[in-house]
């Protein structure tokens, strides 16, 4: 989850693609060899804020060096993550974002891709599939449903059932999104916070 997060703060402060993935990697690895996730603690504030902190930490260190250290030269290197880094939405890594903005941004993104994919998998039946095909451009614009009743025509159901379907589809993925932002917290009380977070970075 957090990886796309981690990768767009490095391009946006001034990584290539290929240093960038080499820099998260390394800083994953830092964090398990040294063991610093035993020392993260709900008192101390949220995780996400941890990890930005140790991650700007992490990158001022590793510019200080003339050459970025190989660890485990005998070992064999193990990707966490095959995704296509730079499939990102370039404004993710454009100039108009810090790359502070880009982090939350791409944390804010991934936890509605993650949603969107338990919703587009509880929608499995062919009718199913196809209705949720159907409404999840919806999804993503505003809530705004274009051209209802030829949409329902093409559904070949009625206008009332299918704004009755969007209405359901919106409600279970604002529903799937606090859980997905839920599961990384360790205190309830933060989620109202992490949900204006998610809100504003956005809109």
């Known amino acids: ?3 796309p997060p981690l990768y767009a703060y490095a391009r946006r402060d001034g990584l290539s693609p290929h240093d960038a993935q080499d820099a998260i990697q390394d800083f994953v690895y830092q964090l398990i060899r040294r063991n610093d996730l035993a020392t993260v603690s709900p008192d101390k504030g949220r ?5 930005l902190v140790a991650l700007k930490n992490f990158l001022v260190s590793r510019m200080r060096k003339e050459q970025t250290l ?9 990707y966490l993550d095959s995704l296509e ?8 890594l454009s100039d108009q974002l810090s790359p502070d903005k880009a982090f939350d941004r791409q944390w804010a993104k ?5 949603a969107l994919e338990r919703l587009r998998g509880e929608h499995k039946s062919p009718q199913q599939a196809r209705l949720f095909a159907a409404l999840q451009p919806m999804l993503a614009d505003g809530g705004r449903l274009e051209k209802e009743s030829e949409l329902a025509s093409q559904l ?4 009332t059932a299918l704004a009755s379907a969007a209405l359901r589809l919106r409600r279970r993925y604002r529903a799937l999104i606090e859980d997905e932002v839920r599961r990384t917290l360790n205190r309830p009380a933060d989620l109202e916070a992490e949900l204006r977070a998610l809100r504003d970075v956005w809109t």
């Open 110 to 114: 991934t936890i509605m891709s993650l």
């Open 47 to 51: 995780f996400r804020a941890f990890l």
């Open 1 to 3: 989850m957090y990886w």
């Open 156 to 159: 070949g159901v009625s206008p």
């Open 85 to 92: 880094m730079e499939s990102f939405d370039p404004f993710e």
């Open 70 to 78: 190989k660890r485990g030269a005998n070992a064999q290197r193990i």
